[in-house]
């Protein structure tokens, strides 16, 4: 059974960096990608990046140019760097991978980023 733990969250002033990082344990696969979601209590979870297969990486428009997602594709972690952080950016942020067509799920850390 594969699973993802976070680590890394906390709280942070606006304009403050944290990094966050995963790591899929329990398969002895190479997974095929990997990205981050958000989530604010009582909103939809939202998608933030994603790094592909040949180290693609993709972002949502919210986060470019301030997060960058990087994977280390033999250990299976995947970390996400965040710089000039906003309130906007508070939420739960969960890593997930997939894997054979499969998606699996971390339990989330807490980013908090104070005005």
């Known amino acids: 059974q594969v699973q993802l733990v976070e680590s890394g969250g906390g709280l942070v002033q606006a304009g403050g960096s944290l990094r966050l990082s995963c790591v899929a344990s329990g398969t002895r696969f190479s997974v095929d990608s990997m990205a981050w979601y958000r989530q604010v209590p009582g909103k939809s979870r939202e998608w933030v990046a994603s790094v592909l297969t040949g180290a693609i990486r993709k972002y949502d428009a919210s986060v470019e140019g301030r997060f960058t997602i990087s994977r280390d594709g033999v250990k299976n972690t995947v970390n996400l760097q965040m710089n000039s952080l906003m309130p906007a950016d508070t939420g739960y942020y969960y890593c997930?991978?997939?894997?054979?067509?499969?998606?699996?799920w971390g339990n989330g850390t807490l980013v908090t980023v104070s005005s």
């Open positions: 997930t991978a997939r894997l054979r067509g499969r998606d699996y």
